[in-house]
Every structure is written in C-alpha cells, then in structure tokens.
C-alpha cells in the first residue's frame, strides 16, 4: 500500500464525509488518510480531502475523500459537494443524541444529491466516551438496519475501528461500482 499523491492506480473515485460539525469527520479522515489524530485546526472555508491509495485484489484504487471543511456549519454544502461521490461515510457523535437525529436529514440530503447506488456507512464516533453515552450501538444499528446503510462504532481518538469502516465503504464501492463496469 502506498500513498503517495501521484502513484499511478486501476480506479479513482470520490467518496465524502457527512453529518453534523463537530462529530469528528475530520479527525476520523486524518486518521484514515494520514494516521493522526488532531485536538483542533481546520480551514476555514472551502472543501478539504484527501487521498488513500488501496490495494484491492490486484486493483489499486485511490479513494479521494472530501470532508466539509466546517461548511455544515452554515448549512453551505451544495449539491456539487455531493456530485460524483460513490460512496459516503455518515457520522454522528454516540455523545450527542441530536447529531443521531440528524444522520435522518443528512440521509436524504444524500439521497437527493448523491449517486443512487452509494455506499454508505454509518458511524457512531467517539466511542471512547461511553460515560457520556446518549445513543446505544444497537440504535445505531437498528436505523442502520432500515435503511440499508453499513455500521460500525468509531474512535477517531483511539484509532478503533476507523480503518475498518472506511474499508467496509470501499469494498462496496468496489463490489456495486467498479467490478459492474469490467
Ligand atoms: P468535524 O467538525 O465533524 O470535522 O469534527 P472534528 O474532527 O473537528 O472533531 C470535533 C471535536 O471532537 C474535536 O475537538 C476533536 O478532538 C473531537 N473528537 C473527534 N473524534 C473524537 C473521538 O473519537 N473521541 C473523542 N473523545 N473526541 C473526538
């Protein structure tokens, strides 16, 4: 696996981050891209991303990430935000039962923006706070359930299971788009 900028790959495609601020989507991306984890910093206007470069079978795939970089603030993302993307990474904070609530308005807004066949993956972050606990994993799991997304419990903290739902993401994307079109 490499990652550097330029490396030649099989397949590029664009997957974003969404939900509410201050869930942790930056963080969970500079963990995934970059193997970080930042207390604070952020651009102020714009979108940010980064690239990952995945070994899938014998394809080489660079997923290139877009996050918010704090629009969701001023409810400033546009559809071209979402154009093109293959796959999302929905975020809500296990801490903050609005930010679940919300993962609701945020589905739709995918759903009437983005590709009608993404994969998207539900993550309940910050993990490592469960005395502060306001949503339980099986509710996460459940809306999961209904509504066809993948799940998974992060700590962008502690780096558990960060990796994983970002390849759950990409080994869909893999399955539904790019083997579809060989
Ligand atoms: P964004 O606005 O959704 O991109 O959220 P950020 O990535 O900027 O994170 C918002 C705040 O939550 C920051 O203070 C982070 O340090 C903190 N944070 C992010 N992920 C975690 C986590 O997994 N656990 C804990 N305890 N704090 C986190």
Not at 68 to 89: D, P, V
Not at 91 to 114: P, S
Request: net charge negative; aromatic share 10%.
């Amino acid at each position: 696996m490499g990652d550097s900028y330029d490396e030649e790959c099989d397949y590029l495609f664009k997957a974003v981050m969404i939900g509410d601020s201050a869930v942790g989507k930056s963080n969970l991306l500079s963990r995934f891209a970059r193997d970080e984890f930042r207390l604070d910093s952020k651009p102020t206007i714009g979108v940010e991303f980064a690239y990952r470069n995945i070994k899938v079978g014998d394809k080489l795939i660079k997923a290139q990430i877009w996050d918010t970089a704090g629009q969701e603030r001023f409810r400033a993302i546009t559809s071209s935000y979402y154009r093109g993307a293959l796959g999302a990474l929905l975020v809500y904070d296990i801490t903050r039962r609005q930010t679940f609530e919300n993962t609701k308005k945020w589905l739709r807004e995918l759903r009437e923006f983005g590709n009608s066949c993404m994969a998207i993956v539900l993550v309940g972050n910050k993990s490592d706070l469960s005395h502060s606990r306001e949503v339980e994993e099986e509710e996460g799991k459940n809306l999961a359930e209904t509504e066809g997304l993948y799940f998974m419990e992060t700590s962008a903290m502690e780096n558990l299971n960060v990796e994983d739902a970002f390849l759950q993401m990409i080994n869909k994307i893999h399955e539904c788009t790019i083997q579809k079109s060989l």
